[in-house]
């Protein structure tokens, strides 16, 4: 079960955690309260995460499929963020890259400064130069 648990969520899913490593299973309804210890009951949480939950009063739902629900103490609603984990090779990588516009090649960070002391003057003049 663990490693199928570990398959399916890929690290922490608490909205944002980039989490991989030191992952706990942890029970959405408490096996105290009658909650099984089931795939649908199961959630990944690294350990900041997980103590978070049991001890800070932050809250965990499941709802439909495998979509799950993260609320803060007071019980707002922790909004999903885009998931920032990739789980794709370099093809599938540069293939969304190029969707969204992005042309990365080996040179993309080479910074174009060369390492001298900014004029401090110069820049002042040409600000208000601008205005």
């Known amino acids: ?5 570990k398959r399916r969520d890929q690290g922490c899913r608490f909205p944002g955690c980039t989490c991989r490593r030191f992952v706990d299973a942890h029970h959405i309804r408490h096996w105290v309260d009658g909650g099984e210890t089931s795939m649908d009951n199961l959630v990944l949480l690294c350990r900041k995460h997980h103590r978070l939950v049991h001890e800070a009063g932050y809250g965990v739902e499941k709802t439909t499929g495998t979509a799950i629900n993260f609320f803060l103490p007071d019980g707002k609603i922790i909004p999903r ?16 890259n190029i969707k969204n516009g992005l042309k990365i090649t080996p040179t993309t960070s080479i910074p174009q400064w060369y390492g001298d002391i900014m004029d401090h003057e110069m820049a002042v003049d040409m600000l208000l130069a601008n205005e």
Do not use: E, Q
Not at 1 to 5: F, S
Not at 88 to 95: E, F, I, K, P, S
């Open 81 to 96: 963020g885009p998931d920032r984990r990739f789980r794709g090779n370099a093809v599938a990588l540069r293939r969304v």
């Open 1 to 5: 079960m663990d490693r199928v648990l």
